[in-house]
T-cell receptor, first 114, second 110 residues
Framework: EPEVTQTPSHQVTQMGQEVILRCVPI?????FYWYRQILGQKVEFLVS????????KSEIFDDQFSVERPDGSNFTLKIRSTKLEDSAMYFC????????????FGPGTRLTVL | RKEVEQDPGPFNVPEGATVAFNCTYS??????FFWYRQDCRKEPKLLMS???SGNEDGRFTAQLNRASQYISLLIRDSKLSDSATYLC???????????FGKGTRLSVIA
């Protein structure tokens, strides 16, 4: 069964450093999402991406964040200058166009900012 | 503000019990509804979509009440392996962001 994959599984970084989180969505999916989950909190939407551009973003997704689809398979989330409060699980998700919005999540990247 | 609210639990039930979770959503424009299962420190896994007519998948039944803006999940004949956190999610039509509840924790005990 096809699945979303994410790398790395765990990233530790110093405050102020840049990180890039990588995702490979399910191959026939056209919509891609990033969500985050701070420990003990709810899953929160960051950004959605379709047709090589951002379709929606939340207030969390400020100028420190950016997304890119550098090639036909990868979908990346970059945090330019990490803050302590960026420590969270970051989940990538993807969905097929138009079919009831069922989103399938990757295993996540645990980001720890020291 | 678009919110999805769930009873956080925990629900501690014996094996074989029937357990029901409810979830309310505030955005009346929501069109798509889902239950996800999340194990500790893992990703949300789609359990089932929730349709207007209700739907059933084995021991799991989901219902939608648009008038009262809530959805429910019923688990029959609980198994130890059902122990997890159950997340309710709502979205608009099409490929739009999902708004998640904080989840309801279920522990099934032998």
């Amino acid at each position: 069964e096809p699945e979303v994959t994410q790398t790395p599984s765990h990233q530790v970084t110093q405050m102020g450093q840049e990180v890039i989180l990588r995702c490979v969505p399910i191959s026939n999916h056209l919509y891609f999402y990033w969500y985050r989950q701070i420990l003990g909190q709810k899953v929160e939407f960051l950004v959605s991406f379709y047709n090589n551009e951002i379709s929606e973003k939340s207030e969390i997704f400020d100028d420190q964040f950016s997304v890119e689809r550098p090639d036909g398979s990868n979908f990346t989330l970059k945090i330019r200058s990490t803050k302590l409060e960026d420590s969270a699980m970051y989940f990538c998700a993807s969905s097929v166009q138009g079919l009831g919005n069922e989103q399938f999540f990757g295993p996540g990247t645990r980001l720890t900012v020291l | 503000r678009k919110e999805v609210e769930q009873d956080p639990g925990p629900f501690n039930v014996p094996e074989g019990a029937t357990v029901a979770f409810n979830c309310t959503y505030s955005n009346s424009a929501s069109q798509s509804f889902f239950w996800y299962r999340q194990d500790c420190r893992k990703e949300p896994k789609l359990l089932m979509s929730v349709y207007s007519s209700g739907n059933e998948d084995g021991r799991f039944t989901a219902q939608l009440n648009r008038a009262s803006q809530y959805i429910s999940l019923l688990i029959r004949d609980s198994k130890l392996s059902d122990s997890a956190t159950y997340l309710c999610a709502a979205g608009n039509s099409g490929n739009t962001p999902l708004v998640f509840g904080k989840g309801t924790r279920l522990s099934v005990i032998a």
